[in-house]
């Protein structure tokens, strides 16, 4: 286990022991030897972290301390950094911006050897980046999705055939080279996929789907393995 997330544990330990907690029994726990938690013990002090105690009776928390409201071990620190190294990659010019303000937050918020898991720059996520499209507005998809509320598009098809369809928006999917809406289409009554490179126009309408959007991916999620034909749209 690495120094950093050893730190991570003996704190998460310390926070939710009742008593004193002994250097053996958390060596034990994190599969290190004892000498191991008298150094890491002795580094978070030196950070600060308010461990009393000693050897033999063990160590406890200071009464009264709070710690800071998000605790992560390295390898989900390196984890949320990918992730949102993946947002880079998207047409979600929204999604960016606060993929950059997340990374701030946690930064901030996570003890120094946590923290430089966001600053070193070492993880990265490679690849053809998606334009923002041109009539879709992604976070207003989003919203739609979340608000349970119809979207009306002006879609192109593969073969450049224009039609006007007013969906049930339940899922958004990015790829590398473009985003698509899931929904439910009133036009073709079934779930269809709309690439958003190929919308002409994307605008909510004042009609809304509310409690079916669960139950319409649940139909989606079945129809990756049963007939096209097989989901119905709930009443």
Known sequence: MRKASRLFEIIQILRLARRPVTAATIAAQLEVTARSIYRDIAALQAMRV???GGRGIGYILRPGFTLPPLMLSIEESEAIVLA???LERTGDTELKQAA???????AAA???PLAESFSRNALHAWGAVAPAP???DLSTVRRAIRDEQKLLLDYR???GRATERQIRPIALIYYSQTANIVGWC???????????DRVAR?????DFFRHQGEELRRLWVEGWTAKPDAAKAPA
Do not use: G, S, Y
């Open 50 to 52: 308010p461990i009393e």
């Open 84 to 86: 949102l190294a993946l």
């Open 100 to 106: 950059k303000q997340v990374t701030r937050k946690i």
């Open 110 to 112: 996570v003890p120094a």
């Open 134 to 136: 041109d009539a879709a």
């Open 157 to 159: 098809d593969e073969l």
């Open 186 to 196: 009133e036009l073709r009554q079934a779930i269809r996929n709309f690439r958003v």
């Open 202 to 206: 994307c605008e909510p309408v004042p």
